[in-house]
C-alpha cells in the first residue's frame, strides 16, 4: 500500500496540521504583567520545561567558536562566561546580587555557590518563586520573592549588582526597565544584562518575512516587543545614572545552537512522553514552531544575543 495511503502515512500529516492549527490559533500574546506571569506559572506547574531546560530558563553558551556541548551543561556554562565579561569575578564574597527575572533560580544559585555573593531572585512568577525555593539547598545565601521588574519594591541603591538574564523581551517599556535596573544599584555597582534583541530597525526596516516572523516571536512567549542592543543601550544611557559609557556585545554566535539543541531534548529524552504522557507531548511540539523561528531570527540577523554592562555613577548625569 502506497504510504501516502497508509495508516501512518494519514496520521503524520494530520499531527502536524493540528500542531500548526494549535500553534496559530492559541497565541500567549501579551496583555499585562499578568499574562507573563500566568505563562510562567502554567510551564512552571506542569514540570515540561524544567525536565527539557534544566534549572536554567535561558540559552547556553557553547563557546567563541561554538563547539558541541551538552545542552545542559551550556547553560551553567553561560553564567560562568557571564560573571567573567562582566568583570563579576573580581568582586568579593558577600557581594549583594538582586537577579531580575530569576526563573526558578538556576543562576542565583550559580552566584551564591560558586561566588560566595548574597543574592535575592525576583520574578513576577509565584510558582518560579517556590519551585526556586525548593531547589535551593538550605544554608546557600540566596532569597526569592515575587516583584515586578518594571516598579522593583527595593529602594534605590539596594545592590551592588543587578543581574538579568532574557527579561527583557517581557517589559512593556525599556525605558522604564532601564530605569529600574540602574535604580537599585548602588553607586559604584555593576550592571550585567543578557538579552534577545531584534536587530535596529532603524537603520534596516523589517523586510516582507522578517515582519510576521517577528509577529510569531512576540505573540508565543508573551512579548510585547523586542528592543535593539543599540537602542537599550541608549535607553541606559538615558538614565543619567551610568559612569561612562554602556558596553555592549553580540553573543549571537556563541548561544546559536541552543534553538536546535532544545528541540533535540524531546528526541534524546523520550522518558518525558511517559512522564507527561499525550497532553505532555502535544504541549512540547507547540513550542517547536517558535523555537525553529528563533533559530531562524537568530541565524539570519533578525535577531541578535546583546549583552550589557553599566557602572552606576556616584550621583545623577543630567
Not at 524544567?50 to 536554567?56: K, L, R, S, V
Not at 561554538?66 to 553564567?79: C, H, N, T, W
Not at 549588582?161 to 535596573?181: C, N, R, T
Not at 534553538?259 to 512522564?275: K, T
Amino acid at each position: 500500500m502506497n504510504l501516502l495511503f497508509s495508516v501512518p502515512g494519514i496520521i503524520i500529516p494530520l499531527v502536524i496540521v493540528g500542531i500548526i492549527l494549535l500553534y496559530l490559533l492559541t497565541p500567549r500574546r501579551y496583555q499585562s504583567s499578568n499574562t507573563v506571569a500566568n505563562s510562567y506559572d502554567q510551564w512552571t506547574e506542569d514540570g515540561i520545561l524544567e525536565f527539557y531546560w534544566g534549572e536554567h530558563i535561558h540559552l547556553g553558551h557553547y563557546g567563541s567558536p561554538p563547539q558541541r556541548k551538552d545542552f545542559l551543561a551550556a547553560k551553567s556554562d553561560f553564567v560562568h562566561e557571564m560573571v567573567r565579561w562582566g568583570g563579576l569575578d573580581k568582586l568579593p564574597p558577600g557581594t549583594t546580587v538582586l537577579d531580575v527575572g530569576c526563573g526558578i533560580g538556576g543562576s542565583s544559585r550559580i552566584l551564591a555557590d560558586s561566588y560566595g555573593f548574597a543574592v535575592t531572585g525576583v520574578t513576577i512568577s509565584p510558582q518560579q518563586v517556590q519551585r526556586a525555593q525548593e531547589l535551593t539547598p538550605n544554608g546557600l545565601n540566596v532569597q526569592f520573592q515575587v516583584d515586578d521588574a518594571m516598579a522593583l519594591s527595593f529602594p534605590d541603591a539596594s545592590f551592588d549588582v543587578v543581574w538579568s538574564i532574557e527579561a527583557g523581551p517581557h517589559m512593556p517599556d525599556k525605558a522604564v526597565f532601564a530605569q529600574e535596573l540602574m535604580r537599585v544599584l548602588k553607586p559604584g555597582g555593576v550592571l550585567v544584562v543578557a538579552d534577545w534583541n531584534q536587530r535596529d530597525d532603524r537603520q534596516i526596516p523589517l523586510n516582507f518575512w522578517e515582519t510576521p516572523v517577528m509577529r510569531q516571536l512576540l505573540d508565543q512567549w508573551s512579548h510585547p516587543a523586542f528592543a535593539s542592543i543599540e537602542g537599550f543601550s541608549e535607553l541606559l544611557a538615558a538614565t543619567g545614572l551610568v559612569e561612562g559609557e554602556v558596553i555592549t556585545a553580540d553573543w549571537t554566535a556563541a548561544t546559536l545552537p541552543s534553538w536546535l539543541d532544545s528541540i533535540w531534548q524531546g528526541v534524546i529524552r523520550p522518558s518525558g512522553l511517559v512522564r507527561f504522557g499525550l497532553s505532555g507531548l502535544i504541549k512540547s511540539l507547540r513550542e517547536v514552531p517558535t523555537l525553529l523561528l528563533m533559530r531562524l531570527a537568530f541565524g539570519t540577523g533578525l535577531c541578535r544575543f546583546g549583552m550589557f554592562q553599566a557602572v552606576r555613577a556616584n550621583s545623577v548625569i543630567v
